[in-house]
């Protein structure tokens, strides 16, 4: 059975990982040798930069794409259209017997996209999230990779019954858990043995970690000040620090906010325990998860950060509306504050004063997502 996989961005690293892991241990699980799973990387190089792309594969122990398609960055519709039009040409050629796809991010949709018209079946894992706010990007990448995709693991039951709702029959569907937890689990204790805390000259528990990259927060001058604004305040009380995206990066100076960051250039060692917002580069894998088990709180508009923190019982703050994580506030340490000035301030002054609930891991959340995923596959 040969599997083609698709990672294009950031997020969907963490994601294959475990998956590869897991397909590796099928293998040498095996008494027949017909039942081998064959893996088949494609790298659609919508992240590039090194910091963003490659350091994920080195710490990941993800082996090297089998092929690198080099699309790069664009509108939605370059970007998606030229993924759909180069995966395509990879499918003919390598002809698998089933591709998978992760995540929510423009290469999801467009590998299912162009496996399905080629009747090739489609697995999407981290299917079912919805947000219901339709002006994500990811959301409609969401609705579109669930509604032609044949086999969908979903990592919370909330996810199952987003699906159903839509009309997706339920043989389609498998509850397997979260295959970011599995990255997270797997690789904890070496991240607990990196030594980026006491390099930036941090101590445990004693500063606020931020990341901050959606276009609602980043694009618009009037969402990222009333954030910056924030961020000020909270940093009286606490330092912050943020491994900045790059797009953010390029808002803040063409926003003209740059006054309000401490902008640390390079990776030396610094004395970061003071109180500013500190911007610095973005992190690796496991530098970011030593900065986050270590953080008092962290503040993010990503996803999968909503989760890790849940996992890591650290207190979270989301900076949106909505979540297509509802389960990281029912059982677990988040709570969404929107860009809303005071309200952000508000929530992380309760924090800092020992006022935030305790969360709960949830179910299946185990490291075992991937294992369960091959199995279901290799039926
Ligand atoms: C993408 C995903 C988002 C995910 C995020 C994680 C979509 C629709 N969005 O958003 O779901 O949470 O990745 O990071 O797929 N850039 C660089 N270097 C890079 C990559 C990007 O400088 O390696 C800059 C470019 O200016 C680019 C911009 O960042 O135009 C945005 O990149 P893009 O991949 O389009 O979207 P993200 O905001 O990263």
Redesign the pocket.
Known sequence: MKIVLIAG???NFMKIAPIIRAINKHNAQLKQKSKRIEPFLIHTG????YE??QIFFEELKLPQPDIHLGIG?GT?AE?TGKTIIEVEKVLLQEKPDLVIVVG????TLAGALAAVKLHIPVAHVEAGLRSFDRRM??EI?RLLTDAISDYLFTPSPDGNDNLKNEGIPEGKIFLVGDVMVDSLLHNQDKAAQRRIVSQLGLKKGKYSLLTL?R?DNVDEKENLTKITLALKEISQRIPVIFPC???TR?SINQFGLSDFFKVIEGDNPHNLNNNAVHLVNPRGYLDFMQLMMNSKFTMTD??GIQEETTVLDIPCLTLRDTTERPITITEGTNVLVGNDTHKIVTEAIKILDGKWKKGTRPHLWDGKAAERIIEILSK
């Not at 929510?104 to 290469?107: G, S």
């Open positions: 961005a950031r997020p919508q992240h590039y930069d963003m792309s960055s939605h970007q929510d991010v423009n290469a990007p990811e990448n990259h276009p995206h790059p797009r390029k990503s996803g």
